[in-house]
C-alpha cells in the first residue's frame, strides 16, 4: 500500500464551513483538526479508489451551494445544487443538459498534462456543498460527519473512474464506498 506522500490531497475548505466542521463534527474529538480529519477521509477513499501502488494528487473543496451551483450549470448543463461534483483530470464527464454544452466547456483527454519532474499524476478535484451535505444528512437522520464521509468518497471514485450508471457499476462503486467508510469507522 502506499505512503500518503505518494497519494497528495490539497484541502481548501471555505468559510464559514471550517468552523462549522470544528464544531459539529470535531466537537467531541479533541485535538483532531478539520484539515487533518478531511485529509483521512480522502487518502481513505485514495486508498479504495486506486487500489495499488499509483501514486497521485487531488484536491478537495468544501464549499457552499452557489458555487456547486454555477459549476454544475456551466459543466453539466444542470441548472441545480448538488451535493458533490468530481472533475477527473483522466475521465471527461457527463453533459446533463438538454442543450448543447457551452463552445468554451473544457473536456478532459484532448492533451497531457506535462507535470514537472517529481510531481505525481493529477487525479482531479472533489468539490461538495457543505449546505447540501447538512441538509441530506438531515433527511436520512444520519451523523453530518457520516454524510460528508460518504461524498467525499463518492466524490473520489468518480475521479478514479467509477460511475453509476448501470447496475453492475453501481454496486461496485457502492461495495468501494462501504469499504473505505469502513476504514473510517463509518458505518454505511
Sequence with gaps: ???????QVYLSVDE???????SDILGDIPGT???DWLMGLA?????VALEG???????????NDETIHSLNARF???????????FSADHPGRWEGESEPPSDSVEAGGFEFVMPPGEHSPLGEVIVSYPQAQ??????????EHELALLVVHGVLHLAGHDHLDPGETA??????????AKLNIPS
Aim: charged share 25%; no cysteine; proline share 5%.
Design 1 to 7: 500500500m502506499n505512503s500518503q506522500q505518494d497519494r
Design 16 to 22: 464559514p464551513f471550517y468552523g462549522s466542521i470544528l
Design 33 to 35: 483538526s478539520p484539515e
Design 43 to 47: 487518502q481513505a477513499a485514495l486508498d
Design 53 to 63: 501502488t499509483e501514486a497521485a494528487q487531488m484536491s478537495l473543496l468544501i464549499t
Design 76 to 86: 453539466r448543463g444542470l441548472d441545480e445544487v448538488t451535493d458533490v461534483l468530481s
Design 135 to 144: 441538509r441530506q444528512a438531515e433527511e436520512r437522520g444520519a451523523p453530518l
Design 172 to 181: 461496485l462503486m457502492q461495495a468501494k464506498e462501504r469499504t473505505a467508510l
